[in-house]
């Protein structure tokens, strides 16, 4: 069977935080469609967690939303920046810490079928100060929460971020592995 291809791409909004282009393919059975992409920088978001077993969380509004969300830290991957690198500086500037064990837990797609933007997920511990300053178009507030209560603030609805509640998802099993070995949480 023959595969879908693009076989052209044209930008017709340069912005910001994203361009929109408008992107050709030839579908496997021969026809050609036009689609609408949001060509958006890849991105990490983080779980930092304490040595009390606190997660620090970051309420910001989201213009998506119409609404503040609580979200884990997050941010885009600057030009020439590694996600790792990524990781640690949006850390120290959205909630004023830095983590000594940084550990890629995987990574996933935010809307593909309308945008090319590719989510990080770092899981960190040891944390120790270290602020650097905040963008200055966030106006955000740190809380941090009990591990034990996440679970139930996503399945309440209290817990609305996407791509929080992924990084949830794929840091279970060391969520778990914490959880049973330290008496301290």
Excluded at 27 to 43: M, N, Q, S
Aim: no cysteine; proline share 3%; aromatic share 8%.
């Amino acid at each position: 069977m023959a595969e879908t291809v693009i076989i052209d791409r044209e930008q017709y909004y340069r912005g910001h935080a994203f361009n929109l282009e408008k992107v050709s393919l030839r579908l496997p059975d021969g026809r050609e469609r036009v689609y609408e992409l949001v060509d958006h920088v890849d991105a990490v978001t983080i779980l930092p967690i304490d040595d009390e077993g606190m997660v620090y969380f970051v309420r910001q509004f989201r213009v998506g939303a119409g609404k503040a969300l609580l979200e884990l830290p997050a941010g885009v991957i600057d030009e020439g920046e590694e996600p790792l690198e990524t990781a640690h500086r949006e850390l120290q500037e959205e909630i004023g810490r830095d983590a000594s064990r940084m550990e890629r837990i995987g990574g996933f797609y935010m809307a593909a079928g309308y945008s090319s933007e590719y989510m990080h997920v770092y899981f960190a511990t040891n944390l120790r100060e270290h602020e650097l300053e905040h963008d200055e178009d966030e106006f955000l507030s740190i809380v941090k929460l009990d591990i034990r209560q996440v679970s139930d603030l996503i399945k309440s609805g209290e817990i609305e971020d996407g791509k929080t509640i992924s990084a949830f998802l794929l840091a279970m099993p060391l969520l778990n592995e914490l959880l049973m070995a330290s008496s301290g949480f």
